[in-house]
């Protein structure tokens, strides 16, 4: 299947987000993610040009968001992907890790 990659960069030539969407089993639906961002503001706009990029955008239930939940739950993710995107829940995943990750799960968006 089909991936692509997007990455955003702040004035300094940081790097303050990224995001892979793939194409689905089902050559109609886009996966989205990871997706990680400082903030909400750069996953919306990373979200914004992948989903019209890839022409998901058209169609929201054809894009599948997996948003991880920590014991905080990710608030920002949620309704990011309701309201923004009109997507419900996305889908359940597991990710697995051989070790606690070095990042903070609330920069974590799918």
């Known amino acids: 299947p089909a991936s692509h990659?997007?990455?955003?960069?702040?004035e300094s030539g940081n790097v303050v987000?990224?995001?892979?969407?793939?194409?689905g089993?089902?050559?109609?639906?886009?996966?989205?993610?990871p997706l990680l961002s400082d903030s909400i503001q750069v996953a919306q706009k990373l979200l914004y040009i992948a989903a019209e990029a890839t022409d998901a955008q058209?169609?929201?239930?054809r894009?599948?968001?997996g948003v991880p939940i920590c014991e905080s739950?990710?608030?920002?993710?949620?309704?990011?992907?309701?309201?923004?995107?009109g997507v419900k829940g996305g889908f359940e995943f597991v990710r697995m890790?051989?070790?606690?990750p070095?990042?903070?799960?609330?920069?974590?968006?799918?």
Not at 73 to 85: C, T
């Open 5 to 10: 990659t997007w990455v955003a960069t702040n």
């Open 17 to 23: 987000g990224y995001i892979v969407m793939r194409q």
């Open 102 to 110: 070095n990042y903070c799960l609330n920069k974590m968006f799918a």
């Open 63 to 65: 894009l599948r968001i």
């Open 73 to 85: 739950g990710n608030p920002n993710a949620v309704q990011m992907i309701e309201s923004d995107f």
């Open 97 to 100: 890790y051989s070790k606690k």
């Open 58 to 61: 058209k169609s929201a239930e």
């Open 25 to 33: 089993v089902d050559k109609e639906d886009m996966i989205v993610g």
